[in-house]
């Protein structure tokens, strides 16, 4: 077993980032957290947690209305960070930055409004073989509202999207292309800029899934080409319950509002309501305001750490994590895709991954078992479910070491 | 390991490598299917009732060790059991894995060798493996097609 330095080779300075997350001082079961877990949600370093309390503790209030002082603050550092957003995702203009409840939220949004208003009877929606059940069903349900087919690119052994299939199943009828950056259940990295342009080439719109690339990856929206991009403030450090979709403003001027309500209308009487301007028209109602600050503090704080030293950090665990999985007798790694992001997923023979989990949760291992909410892609394995550890910015070589232990113990119960 | 121990007692480890009564059943006259939208697991359970006895009782499906042997111990338990009987030994399984330990003595007598699953308690994130093929039984015996944990 190596020791890594407290200093890897990324340049991140692994011991400082951990101090800075309070629940990483916690014990489960008398032994140190390990939370591998962090594809599900991200931990929130103290930054965020010091943000958000520092709304309700000095000026919280409600946003976009009240000429009082508060509100004006509240509205300003809501504002501020919709900007910090706008810049994490490259995206030219505020106008273009929708703030929503997370990925989820934003995929329905666009399946609601530009699907409903653009797919028609006999229209084709494509999708990936690798995708969260969040960029699967919001499609499925437009498709059947509207006599539309859902066409899926299949994956090969190693988890990669057929490019070759891709291309193929991309026809004159195919309206909306859907597709993850990064794969949540197998850590796959798809080649979303060639995707994009592909389907651009037949005609088609582009939603790229973004939940699990945006905090492991550095993401430029115009780079990509793509006209949506869906992510979750949660995943990257942020509160859960925000995130933000980006739309291309000439789509989103055009698109029919989502929800009605307070803060997205221009002037309502009984007769005729008007639309409020981009990107309110999207935003019906009382948003996460303290949320929304605290994940402007945590795109803050990841970019003092710096995306490209996490990153190099994160490959470094990814390859040492495995080598060691590989070495294992009885385990088989999930996903060997060429490109890949922070995800471990393996099965163990003759072990359940719920007996897995539970038996490295007594060591204080966090890891998820299960179907990862993406139960086609555990259907193109044959398997019901994996063991899924997955990385962030604060793991450790000696954390993949415990896993490694971990998973000894479970061979020696079940043997 | 002791309370891990206490959860995969050597008889849970025997009953989920070596399932017993793990097949469809020709004779069948009840049967539900089970399933657990949370982790996938599947369950399904085929029961042969005549003259309101429980003849014969089998199951398929896939699910984690605590989930099978639980689904291979309980067709064992059936066999034999009155449809009445069958429902309170579901009620009684339900108490032990689910109600507080101070009442768990009192039940795992009743339940026998069953009584095994009282280490289920302490993780309440495997109740519902524990409990699947339970709940399933008690459906085909109730005449409906499916259940589910939620």
């Known amino acids: ?69 508060l509100s004006m603050l509240s509205t ?19 106008r273009e930055v929708v703030l929503l409840r997370g990925t989820t939220e934003a995929v329905n949004l666009v399946a609601q409004s530009y699907g409903r208003s653009h797919v028609k009877p ?45 291309e193929r199943l991309l026809t004159p009828r195919t309206k909306l292309v859907a597709v993850s950056h990064v794969s949540n259940a197998l850590g796959t990295i798809n080649p979303v800029a060639r995707m994009s342009e592909l389907a651009h080439a037949a005609g088609a719109v582009v939603l790229i899934d973004g939940a ?13 080409g793509c006209d949506f991009y869906a992510f979750s403030g949660h995943k990257v450090y942020g509160p859960s319950a925000t995130g933000a979709l980006y739309g291309r403003e000439a789509l989103l001027a055009a698109m029919p509002p989502w929800q ?17 301007e981009l990107p309110y028209k999207f935003e019906a109602g009382t948003p996460n305001v303290a949320g929304v600050i605290g ?3 945590a795109i803050d704080w990841v970019g003092r750490v710096g995306l490209d030293a996490i990153a190099a950090h994160e490959h470094e665990l990814l390859e040492y994590g495995t080598r060691l999985l590989s070495d294992l007798p009885g385990l088989r790694l999930v996903g060997t895709a060429r490109r890949k992001a922070a995800v471990l997923s393996f099965v163990l023979e003759g072990v359940h991954p719920h007996d897995v989990g539970t038996v490295l949760d007594h060591d204080g291992i966090a890891v998820r078992t299960g179907h990862h909410c993406a139960q086609p892609v555990m259907d193109r394995y044959g398997i019901p479910a994996t063991t899924r550890a997955s990385l962030a910015c604060f793991n450790t070589k000696q954390e993949l070491d415990a896993l490694v232990r971990g998973i000894h113990k479970v061979q020696e119960l079940f043997a | 390991m002791n309370d891990l121990r206490e959860l995969y007692q050597e008889l849970i480890l025997d009953h989920s490598k070596k399932p017993r009564n793990f097949r469809e059943l020709p004779g069948a006259n009840r049967s539900a299917e089970g399933y657990n939208p949370l982790c996938g697991d599947r369950a399904t359970v085929y029961l042969q009732v005549e003259d309101d006895v429980v003849r014969e009782a089998s199951f398929k499906g896939s699910g984690c060790s605590i989930s099978t042997a639980s689904a291979s111990m309980m067709t064992d338990a059936l066999k034999g059991k009155t449809v009445a009987e069958a429902k309170a030994l579901f009620e009684l399984f339900h108490e032990l894995v689910t109600a507080d330990p101070s009442k768990a003595a009192a039940v ?26 339970w709940h399933t039984m008690k459906a085909a015996l109730e005449g409906g097609a499916r259940a589910t944990t939620e």
């Open chain 2, 108 to 133: 795992s007598e009743r339940l026998g060798k069953l009584a095994v699953f009282a280490g289920v308690h302490e993780f309440p994130m495997r109740v519902k493996c524990a409990s699947l093929a």
């Open chain 1, 76 to 94: 300003e550092a809501y504002e501020a960070a919709r900007g910090k957003i706008r810049a994490f995702l490259g995206a030219a203009s505020n």
């Open chain 1, 212 to 224: 699990q690339a945006a905090p492991h990856l550095r993401v430029d929206v115009r780079a990509i």
């Open chain 1, 260 to 276: 009605g309500g307070g803060d997205m209308i221009a002037s309502v009487s009984f007769e005729k309501t008007t639309w409020n």
């Open chain 1, 122 to 166: 006999g229209d084709e929606v494509l999708i990936s073989g690798l995708e969260h059940h969040s960029n699967i069903v919001p499609w499925q349900l437009l498709c059947e509202e509207k006599g539309a087919s859902l066409r899926v690119a299949p994956i090969d052994d190693r988890g990669e999207v057929d490019l070759a299939a891709f």
């Open chain 1, 295 to 297: 994940l402007g503090a």
């Open chain 1, 1 to 69: 077993m190596s020791v890594s330095p407290a200093r890897a080779t990324s340049g991140l300075d692994v011991e400082a980032v951990r101090r800075e997350f309070p629940v990483l001082r916690e014990t489960v079961n008398g032994h140190p957290l390990v939370y591998l877990d962090s594809a599900a949600s991200a931990q929130k370093p103290q930054a965020v947690i010091d943000a958000e309390r520092a709304v309700y503790e000095h000026y919280y209030s409600n946003i976009h209305r009240g000429v009082h002082r």
